[in-house]
């Protein structure tokens, strides 16, 4: 990188910064070299001064100790960097664009970034960082990529999104002052937090008049400025209204109409401004007039650096067409190179249909060649059927709207071809597709890329009104099988009316606007999904199936996560494996088909327990029913593309029927040369522990391991089930329960990795058993580390079932000194089933995950310990656990483990008709 170069008045004559680093302002840089222009001005040779241009990642724990990149210019050897006030740790200058630093320890919430040379030069960047608090969901868009905000007791809502590929434009109302005011809000697309730089805190409002009644529907941006389009009352009538604002920090646009504003008030009655679209010079504006003294299409040219009315566009800047005595509404406009789009609705002959109309842009007049006389309609029903949306490629069209069929509203697409709107007979039937649905669902927006499109809305499956994504080929409308189940997204925030009105596609993601009434009243939502697959990152779900699924293990390594449990796609429950970038939560399309791997064995249920990974290979442990019963099996598969490795077992999989009762491998370790797996046989007549050692490489029994390869247990002639295993490199410790007090004990067995003989001088003759509850209690999970045991699970000594967490010595079983009493920490924050399934530790704390009964369902909890005295880390989550409610039925954290700064969680919510799949990634 050069450290110095030549300027002309502000315009940048050599490279200065590498690349990756961020681009800077010449204004910021040489705000005295600024001028009109280069003409004959002398070249001035110059030396830059030292900047901060960013901070990666720009967020991090609170606690500190992570690693960050800062960039910028001028950076000196000996650098000092401080971040909230407070010194980073091991700063190294790389060079002068780039540091390298260790987070220090701060208060939760921004944070600006210093840097100080030792010549005495400094720059700082305000609030460019943010420190997170321990429990965070990871940083994402919003709170489990949603953001919503509730400003008045009125309506609420988000109508319009806008985006470039720093920031999202959203354009809505709000009721805060008592009435509804226009609202324009801009978001960072990475996460959803406002630019400060933007109006107010991120937010421009406009308030015309006291009245209700305004409201900023349609939002459009080119690279300076951002066109806002909707109504106002401030002439006592309902009228259009179009806003320009600076992009950079919302302020008006003087130039523009009065003061940034240009009215237009057709009739006495009531106009609307419904859709807008731009090119490099022109406004195009769409919407209703009531002169004719009913609502007619009104279509205006106005030019975008002024707002004046374009004198050649129809009579005097505009046109318009009444082909009804009725409600007729253009709702949608888009155009090319020479034409426009519009699609809407009239009523003609006596009920609603689609009206699609192609003009010219020059002078909007119809273009005769399209449809008849340059209107294309489609009447499906003899009920009122709309057009709501369109969107347009370099040959076709493509319109969504809805129509009733019988009794139902359902969503109907047709695509057509630009040139004459006749409809394209490989999309759908004829042209056609349609989505029977409930009694009332409603598209209201639409987006493309070259090879899918995108429509949201909501439907009324629910009861309720719920939004609803579809995603479908652009060749042939058929829906994309990767994305949500099997194509469609929906989320039902609230018991109520919940509705999405806006959407648009940006860096690989998809952003929808709308509300949801969660409060009682509506409330703006702002949604960020991937394109790929509709899952938001933070916190992933599968709805796989129309039954019960379960995420029930984790796994990973240095770069994605593997999730294994089962679904209920095929009719019963099947195993399912996915892999997820740990980073956004994306899948990782390479592996199976776009990115899960599933398997029916039997026609009943069917389900994966627990996962293990080496370098190259994963190793799942479960059952299947393929005899009728439960059997154990157990697969191995490539780690990288979800593939059966073909030397293990019989093509990939061992099977074990040992009786005719129902019997499952429930946990599973891997080293480099073995798998363990424990779980339950019934071939005792009762249940019996059953540990299996056999080879990684071809699934062989490891000889001299216990009696051909196996170690059995029966301590009660009742059920007696191991949940969990740990090794470590001489000993494997199983924990589980047995029956032999007459209920159901904790059970933990240390035994030797050689030969599975018990280790006598642990425990009891190898086991430490507890009973503190005289009904069923059960150790669910297992870790350890070099000197003690952890186990967690339940037990009912309350008389309903709480948590519990034992600390043993890992030479001897006996009870962790100053931890809990007698070596256990118990919690009970609810009236009934308090539960935990997994637990994991590092060097300081102990992380546990379960469910718990505290708002009267099962509700998510993570708990963060100390390691030493099982103490709540208060600073995680709220006093010490994080988790959400997030459905009326069982939700619950079946699976935990620890990457580097998170903490990543699997198991099931009932947030959707029935339990789904979810992963969550938290901050530790």
Request: glycine share 14%; charged share 20%; with cysteine.
């Amino acid at each position: 990188m050069s450290d110095s170069g030549s300027f002309c008045h502000g315009r940048e004559m050599t490279g200065l910064l590498k690349p990756g680093a961020a681009l800077l302002l010449a204004a910021a840089l040489f705000p005295a070299m600024l001028g009109a222009g280069c003409g004959d001005a002398e070249v001035i040779p110059w030396e830059p001064r030292l900047v901060v241009s960013g901070i990666s990642p720009a967020w991090g724990p609170e606690s500190g100790g992570a690693q960050a990149t800062i960039l910028g210019l001028k950076f000196q050897s000996g650098a000092q960097v401080t971040i909230g006030g407070s010194a980073a740790g091991s700063v190294v200058v790389v060079d002068p664009g780039t540091i390298t630093c260790l987070l220090p320890s701060g208060l939760p919430g921004a944070a600006d970034v210093t840097v100080t040379n030792p010549d005495g030069s400094s720059d700082t960047r305000t609030g460019i960082f943010t420190f997170l608090a321990g429990g965070s969901p990871s940083p994402g868009f919003g709170l489990d990529g949603a953001l919503v905000a509730d400003f008045g007791a009125g309506v609420d809502a988000a109508w319009a999104v806008a985006a470039d590929a720093s920031f999202l434009y959203v354009a809505g109302q709000d009721a805060s002052p008592g009435n509804e005011q226009w609202r324009i809000e801009k978001r960072r697309i990475s996460d959803g937090l406002p630019d400060s730089a933007f109006g107010t805190a991120g937010t421009v409002v406009i308030n015309p008049s006291s009245a209700d009644e305004e409201t900023a529907w349609a939002v459009k941006l080119d690279t300076s400025f951002l066109y806002v389009a909707g109504w106002d009352r401030s002439v006592g009538n309902v009228q259009w209204r179009i806003e320009k604002l600076n992009l950079s920090d919302g302020s008006a646009a003087t130039g523009f109409g009065t003061g940034g504003t240009v009215t237009s008030n057709p009739s006495s009655g009531s106009d609307y401004a419904y859709a807008m679209a731009i090119d490099a010079a022109f406004l195009y504006v769409a919407g209703t007039d009531w002169s004719p003294g009913n609502n007619q299409w009104r279509i205006e040219k106005r030019l975008l650096s002024n707002g004046s009315l374009d004198p050649g566009f129809g009579s005097g800047g505009s046109v318009t067409s009444n082909p009804s005595g009725g409600d007729d509404a253009p709702m949608a406009i888009a155009v090319d190179s020479e034409f426009m789009y519009v699609a809407g609705r009239d009523l003609q002959p006596v009920n609603h249909r689609f009206r699609i109309e192609k003009r010219r842009l020059s002078d909007g007049s119809l273009v005769s060649g399209f449809g008849s006389g340059g209107v294309v309609t489609s009447n499906p029903t003899v009920n009122n059927d709309y057009a709501n949306a369109i969107s347009i490629d370099s040959e076709f069209m493509y319109v969504l709207g809805r129509d009733v069929t019988g009794t139902n509203w359902q969503w109907r697409y047709e695509k057509r071809m630009l040139s004459d709107g006749s409809l394209a007979a490989g999309f759908g039937t004829g042209g056609v597709v349609s989505t029977s649905g409930a009694t009332d669902d409603r598209p209201y927006a639409m987006a493309i890329d070259s090879v899918f499109l995108y429509a949201a809305g909501c439907d009324s499956g629910p009861g309720d009104y719920r939004w609803r994504i579809e995603k479908r080929n652009l060749s042939d409308g058929s829906l994309a099988a990767g994305f949500g189940d099997d194509g469609v997204l929906c989320s039902d925030p609230s018991a109520g009316d919940d509705r999405i009105y806006g959407i648009v596609l940006q860096s690989g993601r998809i952003h929808a606007a709308g509300y949801d009434s969660v409060p009682g009243d509506l409330r703006w939502r702002i949604e960020s999904r991937f394109a790929s697959d509709g899952s938001t990152g933070a916190a992933m779900s599968s709805p796989a199936g129309s039954g019960p699924d379960s995420a029930r293990a984790l796994a990973a390594d240095s770069d994605s996560i593997y999730v294994a449990g089962h679904d209920a796609s095929p009719g019963n429950s099947q195993w399912r494996v996915e892999k997820r970038r740990i980073a956004d939560g994306g899948f990782v399309t390479v592996f199976g088909s776009g990115g899960a791997v599933v398997s029916n064995p039997g026609s009943g249920s069917d389900s994966i327990a627990a996962i293990a990974a080496d370098s190259s290979c994963l190793y799942l442990a479960g059952y299947d029913s393929v005899p009728g019963d439960r059997r154990w099996r157990i697969e191995k598969r490539s780690a990288s593309d979800g593939s059966l490795v073909q030397a293990f077992g019989t093509a990939g999989v061992i099977t074990s029927d040992f009786s005719l009762g129902d019997e499952e491998a429930a946990a599973i370790a891997a080293d480099a040369s073995w798998i363990y797996a424990a779980g339950v046989d019934m071939s005792a007549g009762g249940g019996q522990w059953r540990i299996e050692k056999r080879s990684a490489s071809d699934g062989a029994f490891a000889p001299g391991f216990g009696a051909g390869g196996a170690v059995l247990s029966n301590p009660s002639v009742g059920l007696d089930m191991p949940c969990a295993i740990a090794k470590d490199a001489a000993y494997f410790y199983v924990a589980g329960w047995d029956s032999s007090p007459g209920n159901r004990q904790w059970r933990i067995e240390k035994r030797s990795i050689a030969d599975g003989a018990i280790v006598p001088g642990f425990g009891t003759g190898g086991a430490v058993t507890s009973n503190p509850g005289s009904q069923d209690d059960a150790a669910m999970a297992i870790a350890i580390d070099s000197s003690y045991v952890y186990i967690a699970g339940f037990d009912t000594s309350p008389g309903d079932s709480q948590m519990r967490i034992l600390k043993l010595a890992i030479a001897d079983g006996s009870p962790a000194p100053g931890f809990g009493a007698s070596g256990a920490i118990v919690s009970n924050p609810g009236p009934s089933a308090d539960m935990l399934f997994s637990v994991a530790v590092d060097s300081s704390f102990i992380y546990a995950a379960g469910t718990s009964s505290d708002p009267g369902s099962g509700r998510w909890r993570i708990e963060k310990r100390r390691i030493s005295d099982g103490i709540l880390v208060p600073e995680f989550g709220e006093a010490g656990a994080a988790g959400f409610d997030l459905g009326s039925g069982d939700d619950r954290a079946n699976a935990i483990l620890l990457h580097t700064l998170h903490v990543i969680c699997a198991g099931d919510d009932t947030s959707s008709l029935t339990a789904r799949w979810r992963i969550e990634k938290r901050l530790k």
